[in-house]
């Protein structure tokens, strides 16, 4: 059993900053890519960043130079760090992992629980 548990949302102003973290947990051999995703009410789940074993990273353009992702790999471990937050980033995050199960071969999409952020203008 593998599990994502995000932390460290909450109520921010516009303008300020929130740290994400994702810990993921479990029978792991192996964690490929990790990243962040969000999804705002009535809109459809949308990725934020993403970032590969070796610390390759993608954004989507609308948090690109405010946010920034980061793993510990001895960890399991993912972290958001958002700064200079807006209203329209309010959504809650969940974080995402393509783990490798102990005992399997692939791997396939773990996710967590989600986090509210929630910046207030």
């Known amino acids: 059993q593998v599990q994502l548990v995000e932390s460290g949302g909450g109520l921010v102003q516009a303008g300020g900053s929130l740290r994400l973290s994702c810990v993921a947990s479990?029978?792991?051999?192996?964690?490929?890519?990790m990243g962040w995703y969000r999804q705002a009410p009535g809109k459809q789940r949308e990725l934020v960043a993403v970032?590969?074993?070796?610390?390759?990273?993608n954004y989507a353009d609308s948090v690109k130079g405010r946010f920034t992702i980061s793993r510990e790999n001895a960890k399991n471990t993912v972290y958001l760090q958002m700064n200079s937050l807006k209203p329209e980033d309010t959504a809650v995050y969940y974080c995402?992992?393509?783990?490798?199960?102990?005992?399997?071969?692939?791997?396939?999409?773990?996710w967590g629980q989600g986090t509210q952020v929630t910046v207030s203008s």
């Open positions: 995402n992992g393509r783990v490798v199960p102990a005992g399997l071969l692939t791997d396939r999409d773990y």
């Open positions: 479990g029978r792991i051999f192996r964690i490929n890519n």
């Open positions: 970032i590969t074993t070796s610390g390759r990273t």
